[in-house]
């Protein structure tokens, strides 16, 4: 019933498919929205009063975007628009060989827009791809840039890449794989223990691969699953899940490494390990790093082990700091042992995210249990630097707070910070059909951050069972990947539009 007013204030909604729309007008008369078709709000506006309708709250996995929604009433006003669509919007769909299929690794842009990844395993000879997607009118075309195991019996160009690509600026990609090399049936497995690559764009649109290391001789590392970092001076940085050490009780099958690569004449490239994982008694140190590093603004870098850390407790994984000394070695330092339990995360498989003022930022796939919820479904933490240089960790988040894990489970990846400070991320399980989530933390400066699911997986065209993190463009919106899922159900490349 109208109250207060002379004229009705109303439109249409089209497209509405979820529950959860809240129309608001004026910034205080509130219309919950049940369907498509018209609506009027409950309050009406005098003669020559204004008007302003926006979408207060949005639909379950839904945008709605109000337009002809202000100005001045005169008459009845019903010609407010509201229109929903998905939150998400497929980009690619990865189809049958050859092209590529399970991606697991973050997007990178290039300066012109265009978006870069690579997939585990697909391709023409099966052993996984790297891909470009590019816009043309608001349609996205995907090109395989290059298909792995294209050398030898043993894929000696690199085999199954599950890391990110960053670009140099000329741009050229580079990226590593998880097996193929130099090394197979000789000091590696029957594929070698992985390799750093680089592509480089020739004339007429294709590109050439150059293997810049292969790991696994000596006592070198071996099956880099992370992505790689370049420092000012134009040398990369990364880590390999395995080599080095060996510790039966924590990882057997050695422990992992942070090596550096460096460019040389003739375009040859000269890699030295710079640390070695479980040096320490118990692995303190941490063991078994799957994560991209970052650097800071003095050339530090960090990182996170999945294993390692505490003496009594060496399995819950670290987050730790490696700085140059002044004889050309690295020094590490533990700034955080995962304690993991009811009160605390472990097993940290993404990487960090750091804020303008040093805060570090990650996620850790187990550990926490929610007073009202589920255990061990995993947490976003937030590291503070102390004045004197000690390191407090504060948990932002718990997931499976909500019934049936609806706000997510299990993150793997990573998080990104916005200018604002919020956080974002994915998570493998959980959300309202158990195949994921893509999450937005709030930032606030006590407690838990409020945290909105951005869009639930539906376990179908959608995507599902998103392994890697996110990336964001100028406009807010946020670009990923689903590892299964879409028409082949062999994985998908999502756009998110908060």
Known sequence: MLVLGDLHIGGTVAGLSGNGLVLQDNGRDNLSIVGNGSFTFPTAAPSGGSYAVTAFAQPFNQTCTVSKG?????????????TCVSSEQVLYSFGQAPDGKYPSANLVFDKAGNLYGTTAQGGAFGYGTVFKLTENQGQWNETVLYSFCQQGQYCSDGAGPNSSLVIDAAGDLYGTTLGGGAYGDTGGGALGDGVVFELSPQPGGT???TVLHSFGNGNDGIAPFAGLVFDKAGNLYGTTFRGGTSVPSVCPDSCGTVFELSPGSNSQWTEKVIYIFCSQSDCADGASPASQLIFDSTGNLYGTTQSGGSVAQHTNGTVFELSPTQNGQWSEVVLYAFQGGADDGEFPEGGLAQDANGNLYGATQFGYSAPAGGANNGTVFKLTKGSQGQWTETLIN????????DDGSQPLAGVMLDQSGNVYGTTFMGGAFDWGVVYKLTAQNIGFWPESILYAFEGAGDGFNPHAGLILDNSGNLYGVAFQGGADGNGVVFKITP
Request: hydrophobic residues 30%; aromatic residues 8%.
């Open 398 to 405: 718990g997931f499976c707070s909500q019934a049936n894990c």
């Open 207 to 209: 590109w050439t691969e």
């Open 70 to 82: 202000s100005g001045t009433a005169s008459t009845n006003v019903n010609s407010v628009q509201v």
